[in-house]
């Protein structure tokens, strides 16, 4: 028998063996699927958008979508972009608000990180250490693994522009070395 018709019988024996032999006592409950997804404990969390190392700016502000939702709902205006940016200078309330909508927003919606700067995966440092050794094979000496050990930090060179830029340019192509040679 194939797994799903497996399945499938185990569903109908375990929702209609309990309902035979013995009448039921008065006031027994039995759980079934229906009072499984109805109570508010089973609902899954909502999956968040994982980033890539290739997204594109374009790609990542679809990402946004819901998170934008999410700070819509609560009040604040979240694509400040879209309206041209605010007409007036925030208060100390709107900044209230606007982290108060983040703490609750960014956990259920704001994408995640790509899963090789995901401090979650345990493979990050390795990943973070290869692109750190590509940078400097590039030339970047002053390329270090950051204080949380997932990012890439210049070093001393961050006030020198054109190594700032340097190394804008190259970590892209660097994070697809790195990757390719996991």
Not at 8 to 34: D, F, Q, R
Not at 119 to 130: G, H, I, K, L, S
Not at 156 to 168: A, E, H, I, T
Request: with cysteine; charged share 30%; glycine share 6%.
């Amino acid at each position: 028998m194939r797994r799903s018709h497996v399945l499938l019988a185990t569903t109908i024996a375990l929702t209609v063996l309990p309902g035979c032999g013995s009448p039921a006592k008065e006031g027994a409950k039995v759980a079934t699927l229906a009072s499984a997804a109805a109570s508010p404990s089973a609902k899954a969390k909502p999956d968040r958008p994982r980033e890539r190392l290739d997204t594109t700016p374009e790609e990542f502000e679809a990402l946004l979508t819901a998170y934008y939702k999410c700070m819509d709902d609560k009040g604040v205006l979240a694509v400040r972009v879209a309206t041209g940016g605010r007409k007036k200078a925030m208060t100390p309330e709107d900044i209230a608000q606007g982290e108060a909508a983040d703490r609750i927003c960014e956990p259920l919606h704001y994408p995640l990180p790509p899963w090789e700067k995901d401090p979650a995966n345990p493979e990050a440092v390795d990943f973070t250490r290869a692109v750190v050794k590509c940078l400097k094979g590039k030339g970047i000496k002053n390329a270090t693994v950051g204080d949380d050990g997932v990012s890439v930090s210049l070093g001393s060179d961050d006030q020198n522009l054109p190594v700032v830029r340097k190394f804008l340019d190259l970590t892209p192509d660097c994070e697809r070395e790195a990757a390719a040679a996991k």
